[in-house]
């Protein structure tokens, strides 16, 4: 077995709402085999894993997966489920996962959860993907990992298996190093914790600790436990120990007595003049690291000023009494810990070193600040304090005897601490309020040395007289100690955080409005973005054509996927957001949000088939029905009452719409479903006597006449103002008023907002109209609106397909092209898409000259060539119809021969009636399911 490739769905997509991975996965010698072909597979692989025996599959419960095993299934299918349990092996709690066919013999999707905040550039679900593969192949091989459930490893969760040689457990613990290192600290993980439970989106750059909460104008940025208000200032003052100390002195803040040191001999002097016992310690250090403490003799100063490396340093009397660490934020005091140093107390058994292997043995230990705690590490710094208390590493200590292995109480350095938040004395809560105002910290982490924090400050005096007070300030403190103290009660410092930056219960959003169907996306999308921004709002939208803040394009790229989405939705500029989004981009990313407002759904009709998995109309309708799931509770699924497809999304169990405010859209004022709907009392946009309507219950409301509808043609473009409903209901759905929309509408530009969909130009006395319509429906849709204005004889069309689409598609696409042109020009897109040159110019034209037995086609090299020639072929008075590849390139062109926009039309076709809504379902076609 082997993986062609893995991708990342980074958000809610059409297998599961949290993100996942797809791998492909092809069996190479195992296609075609099934579990029950290999003798002692099934009995070998639960020896090597007793806990799959835990696994639902489809079965609901408990020893689903085992029946399946015994029963028969293929080898794809059991290494999802092997790749499932060593997530949850290595402390990765994630239960989802699905395996589907690709069409190809021996192929597969394997689909695996992934935790919501891991980072997108993990390499760990692919690293457990082939650790799956690989114990899956020893098993097939006759091999069995013996221990199972009998050997645990602390801190990987359930019953750990172990090969003979161990192979197995190494690889495990590697990977659940490997995931720890990627994962939030506590700090972060608790703030991102405590938003989620607030409904607030939370966004995680990579593997920083830097998280986005919120969206648009509304967003907040946090850092560890740094916010985006976090002073900078701040920042550097409570980084720089020695201005911290001037700061605190001036303003009467009880601070130990001290002084700058550049040189050794600056460091000894200052201790001569404090007396023993002093503090030397970098001016600008951090989390305890070259701290030296208990310096009584000169030569102790100088060989810690030696060992700092850093010629400038600070020198303080060591103040007695305990360290405290009080955490203040937004100006309040939310938690306090006593913090003890690095110790082990002596059993009369074991040396220092075996007694520092057992406490690193607790599974909130970790490297660094990955865990609760961090693993005491025995170094040069230890061994001289071990030799102060007349230890050595290899000493026993006696029974009930402490041995402190670091003089700092810092938890970095392996301390651990008490809470103590309901005992500080009113006078230290003043003070550390005090302190935090005077450094300007929003969040900020006071470290005090006193007799007891629940006593009396010592009254003041002059600085030199100080034994209690202030001995550090900290931007960014450490939260671990409060989240998770090894005694006293954890506080929730997280959750104050995130209401400090979220007051008043805001959950972070902006209103939000997802698009998406088969045809019409960009063009609702447009309208929309268009409507909301007359009521003042900064709009921000993604669409195919690119990126728009406010109205102006930040990048020209095809923006329907989830990067686009999160780029609107990081804007700070940005009040509320619309998102086309399209089928690729939900299929090979996953969306770019977890909740909308608003959900749009155009229409559902044939096209991609064939691609991503996707063989028929129903399958893209389950990814199309992403968007409809992924409408918050209460929020408002807009529907297209014409489309069968679109309205078997509203019973759909997973769309849950019982729980959303349902509108229905559409050209058919009398269809059942909206007649039944309205009935209730409920909303529907429709055209109802030439007029574009707002009903609810029985009440009318006209909005705008269909005659007047920007890029309709007089009404000719039928879909055009269904797209135009749509945009409404959603505009509507987020606050637009209806007495604005008819004065947005007309200030609406399509050629401007939407260039190249439905432009309408002339190059001397013939029209050009120009669009990308690429799929049956599309083109059955634009040559009635051509058949409407002009007639369905006076038609030219030149024409290209895009060759990623099947066959059937393509034929489909040339007979709607047959029914309504007798002259045609064909030409190739410059990216045939894996088709042979000519191959699809030659398809379409053998199915229309199947179809129609007047046709006159002509073959075209390129779209310039095309063009040039359909011009030819047409009379003054007729249309061109330019289907294109690319636009800019095309515009250029057009540009070149002298195209203008189009003049107001010609007397329409006599069977064109202005104000009639029509059925505008595409022509029949035989696609295939």
Request: proline letters at 6%; a neutral charge; charged letters at 25%.
């Amino acid at each position: 077995m082997k993986i062609d490739f893995l991708r990342r769905l980074r958000g809610p997509n059409v297998y599961v709402s949290r993100p996942a991975v797809v791998a492909r996965l092809r069996l190479e010698e195992l296609a075609g085999l099934e579990t029950t072909d290999v003798t002692g597979f099934t009995e070998r692989l639960l020896r090597s894993l007793p806990d799959l025996a835990e696994h639902h599959c489809a079965a609901g419960a408990p020893g689903g997966f085992v029946s399946r095993l015994r029963n028969g299934t293929y080898f794809g299918h059991v290494t999802e489920h092997v790749c499932l349990e060593l997530s949850q092996l290595i402390g990765r709690d994630v239960s989802f996962g699905r395996t589907v066919s690709t069409g190809e013999p021996g192929v597969y999707d394997v689909i695996v959860e992934c935790p919501v905040d891991e980072s997108p550039a993990s390499r760990v679900p692919g690293e457990l993907l082939e650790a799956a593969i690989d114990l899956v192949l020893a098993v097939h091989g006759g091999q069995a990992v013996p221990g199972g459930a009998s050997r645990v490893r602390p801190g990987l969760g359930r019953g750990t298996p172990s090969g003979a040689d161990g192979t197995l457990e190494r690889r495990l613990a590697e990977l659940a190093a490997l995931a720890e290192r990627e994962a939030a600290g506590p700090s972060t993980r608790a703030i991102i914790t405590a938003a989620r439970r607030r409904g607030i989106p939370v966004e995680r750059f990579d593997d920083l600790s830097l998280i986005r909460l919120g969206w648009g104008n509304r967003r907040r940025l946090a850092w560890a436990a740094m916010t985006d208000a976090t002073s900078g200032i701040g920042i550097d003052i409570a980084g720089d120990k020695h201005v911290t100390r001037r700061l605190l002195i001036e303003a009467g803040i009880p601070v130990a007595p001290g002084g700058e040191a550049r040189t050794q001999a600056e460091a000894v002097a200052l201790f001569a003049e404090l007396g023993a016992p002093v503090v030397l310690k970098p001016r600008r250090g951090r989390q305890g690291e070259r701290v030296a403490l208990n310096l009584n003799a000169a030569d102790e100063v100088e060989r810690a000023f030696a060992e700092t490396n850093d010629r400038d340093v600070v020198v303080e009397r060591q103040l007695s009494g305990r360290d405290y660490r009080v955490l203040v934020i937004g100006g309040e005091v939310v938690a306090a810990a006593e913090r003890v140093a690095a110790h082990v107390v002596g059993d009369g058994r074991a040396t220092v070193t075996e007694l520092v292997t057992e406490a690193n043995t607790d599974p909130r230990r970790g490297v660094g600040h990955s865990r609760e705690l961090t693993r005491i590490e025995l170094d040069e710094t230890t061994e001289r304090l071990l030799w102060r208390q007349g230890h050595t590493p290899g000493s026993v200590p006696a029974g009930g005897v402490t041995v402190w292995l670091r003089d700092t109480a810092n938890l970095s350095t392996g301390g651990t601490s008490c809470d103590v938040t309901d005992q500080v004395h009113p006078d230290v809560t003043r003070l550390c309020q005090r302190v935090a105002g005077l450094i300007g910290l929003d969040i900020a982490g006071i470290d005090l040395r006193l007799p007891d924090i629940g006593a009396p400050l010592p009254p003041g005096g002059e600085p030199d007289e100080v034994t209690a007070g202030v001995i550090e300030v900290n931007a960014a403190p450490g939260l671990r100690m409060h989240l998770s103290p090894e005694r006293g009660r954890a506080r929730d410092v997280g959750d104050v955080i995130v209401r400090s930056m979220f007051p008043s219960g805001s959950d972070g959003r902006i209103p939000t409005v997802s698009i998406t169907g088969t045809n019409g996306k960009t063009s609702v999308a447009k309208l929309t973005a268009h409507l909301l921004s007359g009521g003042g709002m900064r709009i921000g939208t993604a669409a195919t054509d690119g990126v728009a803040i406010d109205g102006r394009t930040v990048l020209v790229a095809d923006a329907t996927g989830p990067r686009s989405a999160q780029m609107v939705l990081g804007d700070p500029q940005v009040e509320a957001a619309v998102l086309e989004t399209a089928r690729g981009g939900l299929m090979r990313r996953g969306l770019g949000y977890d909740w909308s407002d608003v959900g749009v759904i155009t229409n559902i009709t044939a096209d991609h088939l064939g691609q991503d998995g996707l063989d028929s109309i129903e399958d893209l309708a389950h990814v199309k029905a992403v968007v409809a799931e992924r409408v918050r509770d209460g929020g408002t699924l807009v529907l297209n009452a014409d489309d069968p497809w679109v309205r078997s999304l509203a019973t759909r169990p997973r769309v849950r719409a019982d729980r959303k405010r349902l509108v229905w859209f559409g050209l058919d004022a009398e269809n059942p479903v909206v007649t039944e709907h309205l009935a209730r009392g409920s909303t529907a946009y429709v055209l109802h006597d030439g007029w574009l309507v707002q009903a609810t219950g029985a009440r009318r409301t006209p909005l705008l006449r269909l005659a007047d509808v920007p890029g309709a043609f007089g009404g000719a473009a039928l879909h055009v103002a269904a797209n135009t409903l749509a945009a409404i209901a959603a505009a509507r759905a987020l606050g637009a008023r209806p007495e604005t929309l008819a004065d947005r509408l007309a200030e609406f530009d399509p050629s401007l907002a939407n260039p190249g969909r439905g432009t309408l130009l002339r190059v001397g006395d013939v029209s050009v109209f120009v669009d990308y319509a690429h799929n049956p429906a599309a083109l059955a849709a634009t040559l009635r609106t051509l058949h409407r204005l002009w007639g369905a004889r006076r038609c030219v069309a030149a024409v290209t397909l895009p060759g990623d689409r099947r066959d059937d598609l393509l034929a489909a696409s040339a007979q709607v092209l047959a029914d309504g042109l007798t002259r045609v020009v064909l030409y190739e897109d410059s990216d045939p898409r894996g088709r042979a040159p000519g191959e699809v110019a030659g398809l379409v034209e053998r199915e229309m000259r199947a179809r129609r037995s007047d046709l006159r086609a002509v073959r075209a090299d390129g779209c310039q060539d095309a063009i040039t020639k359909a011009l030819g072929l047409a009379a003054p008075g007729e249309v061109v119809l330019v289907i294109y590849e690319k636009w800019a390139p095309t515009r250029e062109f057009l540009a070149g021969l002298g195209a203008v926009a189009g003049l107001p039309l010609m007397k329409p076709a006599p069977s064109f009636k202005p104000g009639v809504a029509r059925s505008f379902a595409p022509t029949p076609t035989t696609i295939r399911a």
